[in-house]
């Protein structure tokens, strides 16, 4: 779906309250931290500005982020788990202004990690990255999940298939999906004025994944490592516009 010049508008502003979530629970998450600290600071944010939480309540998640440590992929929920040294942290929230809504995620170190796990959050980063670049008016929708694709395996990842990006606007989670994989060339064509969110999954093992009792949190079904990066992204007639970056 295509948005107005004034529809742009109220999701560039969702999309910044989302990056000021991200730049405060990133400065906040360290070790001895709990990920339930991280949820308050992110509160904090959307209440400064305004904004209400897309996150809290959704199919009754009871958090404004999704936190997701090491072999956690996504919607892990924030709670007494402390952060350590060594961990990887997945964060993913969003927010929303004026009915029109931003989504956005990113993985960190926290402390000293290991070589592998800097990899894998470098590439998680630079898949998006070449997914982003992919999102240019007249281009293909599976462009783009190609183009993650290629990144993250040639980097000796695998990448999740069961979680996908998604169109956004008047609500989160919008249709058609993006997968973050696929052959070039198929799908509905770009055009400008189309918002996405699209967001990578990135395993260092094997792309299996196994849904834990709570109802919620994704791990890998090996135990490895995953990482999780994502922004809202509009294309434009000059190109990709990222709505969830300061
Ligand atoms: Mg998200
Ligand atoms: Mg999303």
């Known amino acids: 779906m295509k948005r107005t010049a004034d529809e742009l508008k109220k999701m560039r502003k969702a999309g910044r309250v989302v990056a000021e979530m991200h730049a405060a629970t990133r400065a906040a998450a360290k070790p001895g931290v709990t990920t339930l600290d991280l949820d308050q600071v992110a509160r ?9 939480s897309n996150f809290l309540n959704y199919h009754g998640f009871p958090a404004v982020i999704c936190t997701s440590p090491n072999d956690m992929i996504v919607h892990g929920i ?12 997945s964060i993913d929230c969003g927010a929303i202004i004026e ?12 402390g000293e990690v290991t070589p592998e796990a800097e990899k894998l959050i470098r590439v998680t980063e630079e898949s998006l990255e070449a997914g982003i670049a992919q999102m240019v008016d007249g281009n293909r929708l599976s462009d783009i999940g190609h183009a993650v694709q290629t990144v993250a395996e040639g980097a000796g990842f695998s990448v999740v298939r069961e979680y996908v990006g998604h169109a956004i606007g008047t609500a989160m989670h919008e249709e058609p999906q993006v997968p973050n994989y696929g052959s070039p060339g198929k799908g509905i064509k770009l055009r400008a004025g189309m918002v996405f969110a699209v967001e990578p999954m990135v395993n260092a093992g094997k792309p299996g994944t196994r849904l834990l009792d709570d109802g919620w949190s994704v791990v890998t079904a090996d135990g490895s490592l995953s990482a999780h990066f994502e922004h809202t992204i509009a294309i434009t007639d000059s190109g990709p516009e990222v709505f969830t970056k300061l």
């Open 99 to 110: 009915g029109y809504h931003g989504d956005a995620a990113f993985t960190m170190a926290i």
């Open 44 to 52: 904090d944010v959307l209440e400064k500005r305004n904004a209400r």
């Open 78 to 89: 924030p709670g007494p788990y402390r952060l350590e040294e060594g961990d990887i942290l």
